[in-house]
Structures are given as C-alpha cells and as structure tokens.
C-alpha cells in the first residue's frame, strides 16, 4: 500500500510539473515575427512608458485616394504594411525633396547648379572661391545620383524614388514644402508637383507627410493657413499620412522646419487651446512638431503648443538637438511633458560642393559605420517614430538614394563602394525591421 502511495504521489508530481512547465513555455513565446494574414503588420498598442500617451502613431493603411478613415480609440495601432517592395513601417519618415530639374523637363538645370554659398564673416568668404556649378559633369554635391542630375517632375524618377523607398522600409515621406508660387532662394515653385508625389506615393502603399519650411513673412498666421491649404486640397488623398491619438482621432502630422525664427507667444496663439486663432478641436488640428536645434528650444516648444520635436540635422555634434549623447535627456523631457520626441538619423555628413568652408561639420560614411551607429543611438532611447535625414538632400550628402562612382576632369565624386548603390536602402531595412521588432518588446 505505501509503495502504491509513493507511485500516487511521483506520478501527481510529475503531472503537475508537466503542466507548470507548459504554462511557462507558453509564457515566454514572443509574438510571431511574421504578419496575420488578417491583418497585416505590426499591431502595437499605443502604451508608452505605462501610460497611454496623448499622441500614438496610427495610421489606415487601407484607405484609397480620398477616403481616410477614423481608427477608434479601442483599435490597436497599424505601424506597418505590405507594399510592393515588401513590409513598410509607417514609424519610420525619411526627409524627401522636390526642388530638383534639368532642361529636359524643366527648360533647365535646378539645384543640381546650386551656388557656392559664401561666408558670413567678409574675410574667411574670401579665402573660398564663389559662383555656381555647371552640371551635368560639375553638380552641387559631392556624391553623383544613379539617376544622374535628374528632374522631380520625372514621372519616371518618381517611380524610381517611390520603389527605392519602399525597398528601405521607410513607409512616410516627408515633402520639403512652400507654398504656391514660393521657392527657396536656389529653387522654383514646386508645390504643383505635390499631386503627382502623392499618387507615386499611393501606387507604392507609402504616405505623405509635410515639412514646412521658412519662407520671407511665415509667421503663427500663415502657417495656419498653409494648414488649411494643405487639408483641404490633399487632406482626402490615401496617401495623405495621419496618425491616431489615443482618443481615436486621425489627425495629420506636420513637421516645422526652423519653428524657433518665430516667437512659442506667436505659435501658442495658433496651437494652444485658448490662441487668439487656435487650431485645437478644428477640422485643422494636427500634430505639429518643432525642430530642436539649442537646448533652450524644448522650453520654447513646449510652451508654443507643439506636440513634439524632430532633431533633423545628420551630423552628430552639429548641434545640441542632433547629438546623440543628449537624445537621452531630451527623451526625458518628451516624455515628462507628453510630448512626442522624433529622432532624426543619417548616413554621414558633407555638404562642401556648396559651403566649402563647413569641412567642420563633415562626417565621413565609414562604409556605413556612422548610419548604424546613429540608428543604433535612436533604438537606444525608444522613440516612437524615427526620421531619416535624408532620402535625397544631394546638396549635405546626407542621401540614401543610389549614387554611383563618377570621375570627371575636374572632379571625382564620393561613392558607396566596396558597397553597392542600394547600399544605404538595405541598411535602413534591416533597422526598420529591427526596430519594430523591439518596440513589440516595449510595448507588450
């Protein structure tokens, strides 16, 4: 009888450590790295630090041109989609330009004949020659694109950008944009091509996001109106990029470039709730976000009702804002004041073809070493969306688009080698999916 007893017992025991030791393996499975058939891509909820934060990134991947639609506030957050060159991540928003043309399609050369830009201080400018440069074999520029000095009214090169962001996994693109008739001092007016950018965008499962820049008299009020320009002429297209809040609204997202040339007494009274012209809990409300440059500047940001800030520039150390060792710190800020903090990573820094006498301010590619080391510094402080600086600012060698070897009688330009053109995409990829795959972590 007592041997059948201890028999009882070693086999109660061994069941109950069975079972003990399945409920801890299902415990420990880490969610699938693949996507649900159901519902494709990452499906994040929108918690941050414990706390629902104010502003989650979501966005419909599914609307069609003209139909967005309201994700509710019970509705996980869709960071990803399937394109035509695989997965995109819609936390990820790369820099785009459309300030470009040749005499092909635009009667002559834009950009690519950029100035040499002189010196403030008279006496350093002279030591440095001036003029401009004469393309197609001297560009403005120290690398050569793939696609040679081409023209951003391309239907073609359009194409060509949209599936090369796509094949980086970046699934925003921010637009570098003025408004109608306004250039910067080196373009022509290309808001017009905004329409044929958001089609390229939608054939390829990508969104479009705005970056608005400083032109001669913007101010809190103007900026408002540009707002409204661009909700209302492009606010129904599909690929009009918004994200939810985490009371459900889809809000679109603008990014501020050099927001600190206007007064945060000016921009409070367009982005806080009591402004003389406010935009809060309008058809125009948005999320705005600010660029950091100096560390005074999160101060100012928060007290002109911003939602968060970018750092842009792609040359650790240039600033406060872009140098990674006080990402840390401003991420602390963000998160203690429930602001966004949207750090912004490129692959090196070099923009002597027209400010000859910044050779400070280079940072060499390393073969890809310094990219990796700055996506690696954003993973570390776990933002919620990430900015690539850039996809094609050709003029500060901040690019990712393919570039190829170019020799000239006068010039030899810089080039990916050993590695090849895709190079920079195929490293972008491969942290997008990195980083989606930790951020599933943080916010289990």
Request: charged fraction near 20%.
């Amino acid at each position: 009888m007592a041997r059948l007893r201890r028999k009882a017992c070693i086999a109660l025991f061994l069941f109950t450590l069975f079972i003990f030791g399945t409920m801890m393996g299902l415990r420990t499975l880490k969610p699938s790295d693949g996507f649900s058939d159901l519902a494709p891509g990452l499906e994040l909820l929108p918690m941050i630090g414990g706390k629902m934060d104010r502003r989650s990134v979501a966005r419909d991947a599914t609307a069609s041109p003209g139909q967005a639609r309201l994700v509710g506030s019970n509705t996980k957050t869709v960071l990803s989609n399937s394109g035509p060159e695989g997965t995109i991540f819609y936390d990820v928003h790369i820099f785009y330009y459309i300030w470009y043309g040749n005499p092909h399609m635009d009667g002559k050369y834009i950009h690519w004949d950029h100035i040499l830009v002189p010196h403030w201080d008279p006496k350093i400018a002279s030591s440095y020659p001036r003029g401009r440069h004469m393309p197609p074999e001297d560009i403005g520029s120290s690398f050569y694109p793939e696609l040679n000095p081409y023209s951003s009214r391309d239907p073609d090169v359009l194409e060509s950008h949209m599936e090369q962001i796509g094949a980086s996994a970046a699934g925003v693109l921010v637009v570098s944009w003025y408004p109608p008739g306004l250039a910067d001092d080196n373009g022509e007016p290309a808001e017009d091509l905004v329409p044929a950018v958001l089609d390229a965008a939608y054939r390829h499962n990508l969104k479009v996001a705005f970056h608005i820049q400083p032109y001669r008299g913007r101010n809190d009020q103007s900026v408002h109106e540009n707002i409204k320009y661009i909700i209302d002429r492009y606010g129904d297209h599909g690929a009009f990029y918004k994200f939810t809040t985490s009371t459900g609204k889809s809000l679109p997202l603008f990014y501020i470039y050099d927001s600190y040339l206007t007064p945060p007494e000016s921009w409070a009274e367009f982005l806080t709730s009591t402004g003389s012209h406010s935009v809060r809990g309008s058809v125009y409300d948005s999320i705005f976000i600010a660029l950091i440059v100096e560390e005074r500047h999160k101060h100012d940001i928060l007290a002109g009702g911003f939602d968060g800030m970018y750092t842009y520039f792609a040359s650790n150390g240039f600033s406060f804002g872009s140098s990674h060792q006080n990402w840390k710190a401003i991420k602390a800020f963000c998160d203690g004041n429930n602001l966004l903090f949207i750090p912004s990573v490129g692959p090196g820094y070099i923009d002597t073809s027209i400010r000859p006498w910044n050779n400070h301010n280079t940072r060499n590619r390393v073969n890809g070493r310094y990219y990796e080391t700055a996506l690696q510094a954003a993973l570390n402080v776990r933002p919620e969306m990430v900015t690539i600086t850039s996809f094609n600012e050709w003029h500060e060698g901040t690019q990712i688009e393919r570039a190829m070897p170019k020799k000239t009688v006068t010039r030899v330009y810089l080039d990916y080698q050993p590695h090849g053109p895709d190079h920079y995409l195929e490293l972008t990829r491969r942290w997008a999916e990195q980083f989606n795959k930790e951020k599933e972590q943080w916010l289990m």
